[in-house]
């Protein structure tokens, strides 16, 4: 009797071990996710295009879409609103923004990356509908407002290999953090 | 009169007059129709309690598009706040998401990708701590314009700040359990909200104190703040501690989504803009007296307040009441708890002049926060994210406060 208590509590051990500490260091909970289930999820876009689907789109298809999508909430012209000025490459000179205030951070003159323009409609807009949008649809969109904001030509088609290439007029504007504590103040 | 000696007629007067003034102060008890409640029974046990009828805070309400609302800071105790009254800040409104269809994938640059029920998160070994949670547009209108804003609450001042004790699993748990490679440099965090609102994230945050929060003081997380669970980054701002967390995909770069490039990045003199600013700086603002309070007396008033850091403890806050002319150490309160909101008091007299009350914090770095003048200086009067400058408020004679430095 004993020695089966015994073993019971050996293996019972055991089990505790192997739950908390196998070889790995893990646990085994979760469980593997299918190919499927993982690219259903997986829309991010990188700024060197990687995760950019296949599909194109054109300035003057994007120019349709935005009347009847986008407008509304950002205006016929992208300027005037009501939500987010999409629109715009004033001040042309500089990066006034820190020193000067009240102006606008458009696609034009603030955004650094063409892909982040196609992330984020797609994720996003338009707001009244997220995620309702198709790949063509977004190229085109995409392709409308970097035409808008006078940064692609007219004839210019998007698509996962074109719009990495294109260069923002802000690209390089940004700098990492150098915030690092102590007294000195940065 | 002479010393010592009291009259009866005087006794007497006092007597009326102390009879009267507990009277006085029985009266509108009876108004607002309480009875003794020595005299009657109390009301039944309840399933879900609620605040005596006489406590109304609440969170300031803008506007039904306006998607963020702030803590009535001057409202609370001690360094906890309510889970709702918790600030709030969303990009699409507040999900409702089934804790029972919920799961988190991890992939990208791993060993082995993971699916994660809630219930398995529950299954790994948990972790609690409490900690601030700021937006890093918190005090926006007062750098921008100081003096158009003068009579602000410390709520509207400040209350996009919040502290509660968070309980999860450590994000290194998960990262051991789907074997993170060494070339991941940065996570993305997705989220599975309207906007699927998505931050970059340096690795080594998680190796840190990351963690996948399930529990906000003693309950499941608030919808608001992510139900069913969230990432939370201690001291990092705010739109980085993604809710409704659905996807943690990790790579060798940054994906430089729309919020950390047209969003929360901070322009510079110079031409330049900070971008991944995630730590919140030293900060700190008095909660009483303050707006819209009026000191209807002299005498003796205890300053009290909050200050916190994003890079570790609290050591120490001063308190000047002549504008910064003069800087007087502060009771900490215990417990001083590393990146979370930190109780201090001081005691004032208020003798009918007027004074500028200003609190100043210093963190364990030794970062002690700027005045408005020298942050604007450093940083442009344009830049956005990260206001810690010293705040001020203006006690005037008549004892009526306002925000700010001048009357």
């Given at each position: 009797m004993r020695m089966v208590w015994l073993a019971t509590i050996v293996a019972a051990l055991a089990t505790a071990q192997a739950e908390t500490e196998d070889d790995k260091g893990t646990f085994g909970f979760g469980r593997t996710p299918t190919e499927a289930e993982i690219k259903a999820l997986d829309i991010d876009v990188m700024?060197?295009?990687?995760g950019l689907p296949d599909g194109e789109g054109t300035v003057a298809k994007g120019e349709e879409l935005y009347y009847q999508l986008?407008?509304?909430?950002?205006g016929v012209t992208g300027t005037?609103?009501?939500?987010?000025?999409?629109?715009?490459?004033?001040?042309?000179?500089?990066?006034p923004f820190a020193t000067t205030t009240g102006l606008s951070r458009t696609i034009g003159n603030?955004?650094?990356?063409?892909?982040t323009l196609y992330d984020y409609t797609y994720r996003a807009?338009?707001?009244?509908?997220?995620?309702?949008?198709t790949p063509d649809q977004v190229y085109s969109l995409v392709a409308f407002l970097l035409h808008k904001n006078e940064i692609?030509?007219?004839d210019v088609i998007i698509d996962k290999n074109s719009l990495p290439e294109v260069v923002m007029p802000?690209?390089?504007r940004f700098v990492h953090d150098n915030r690092v504590g102590g007294p000195e103040l940065r | 009169m002479s010393k010592g000696k009291i009259s009866r007629r005087a006794l007497l007067a006092g007597t009326a007059a102390a009879v009267s003034a507990a009277s006085a102060k029985i009266l509108p008890a009876q108004e607002s129709g309480?009875?003794?409640?020595?005299k009657v029974q109390g009301g039944p046990a309840k399933e879900v309690g609620e605040r005596s009828r006489f406590e109304k805070p609440k969170r300031t309400y803008f506007s039904?598009?306006?998607?963020a609302s702030n803590t009535p800071l001057q409202d609370?105790?001690?360094?906890?706040?309510p889970a709702d009254l918790h600030f709030e800040r969303h990009h699409a409104g507040i999900p409702e998401i089934d804790p029972e269809s919920y799961s988190l994938l991890i992939h990208g640059m791993v060993e082995r990708p993971r699916m994660f029920t809630l219930a398995d998160l529950k299954r790994f070994p948990a972790e609690a701590v409490t900690r601030f949670l700021e937006c890093s547009g918190n005090g926006f209108r007062t750098y921008r314009n100081p003096e158009a804003n003068k009579e602000e609450t410390p709520q509207q001042v400040e209350g996009l700040t919040s502290t509660s004790e968070w309980i999860g699993v450590p994000l290194k748990t998960l990262f051991k359990e789907v074997g993170?490679?060494?070339?991941?440099?940065w996570f993305l965090a997705e989220a599975m909200d309207a906007a699927v609102m998505t931050r970059s994230i340096p690795v080594e945050k998680g190796w840190d104190d990351a963690m996948i929060a399930y529990g906000q003081n003693g309950e499941a997380i608030r919808p608001e703040q992510g139900y069913p669970a969230r990432l939370f980054l201690p001291g990092?701002?705010?739109?980085?501690?993604?809710?409704?967390?659905?996807r943690i995909e990790l790579a060798d770069?940054?994906?430089?989504t729309r919020e950390e490039t047209s969003k929360y990045t901070d322009p510079l003199p110079g031409g330049k803009a900070r971008q991944f600013s995630f730590v919140m700086d030293v900060k700190s603002i008095i909660t009483?007296?303050?707006?819209?309070?009026?000191?209807?007396e002299k005498g003796f008033r205890e300053i009290k307040g909050i200050a916190w850091s994003g890079r570790g403890k609290i050591v120490r806050v001063d308190i000047s009441t002549d504008g910064g002319e003069s800087w007087n150490k502060a009771t900490l309160q215990e417990?001083?708890?590393?990146k979370c909101h930190t109780r201090f008091r001081f005691a004032w007299d208020f003798n009918g002049a007027q004074a500028t009350l200003m609190s100043r914090a210093t963190d364990e770095t030794g970062q002690t926060q700027p005045t408005h003048v020298e942050l604007k200086k450093l940083r442009g009067p344009g830049t956005s994210y990260h206001y810690n400058h010293i705040r001020a408020w203006t006690v005037r004679q008549d004892g009526s406060i306002v925000f700010g430095e001048n009357a």
């Open positions: 700024a060197d295009g990687t986008c407008a509304s909430c950002h005037e609103g009501p939500n987010d000025v999409l629109v715009g490459r004033e001040p042309r000179e500089g990066f603030y955004w650094p990356y063409a892909t807009m338009p707001f009244d509908e997220p995620g309702s949008l692609i030509a007219e802000a690209r390089d | 309480t009875k003794d409640p020595t039904p598009t306006r998607q609370l105790e001690g360094i906890i706040t993170v490679l060494p070339e991941a440099k990092f701002e705010g739109s980085s501690n993604v809710k409704w967390i659905r770069k940054p994906f430089m009483y007296p303050a707006y819209p309070v009026t000191l209807t417990p001083v708890i590393s």
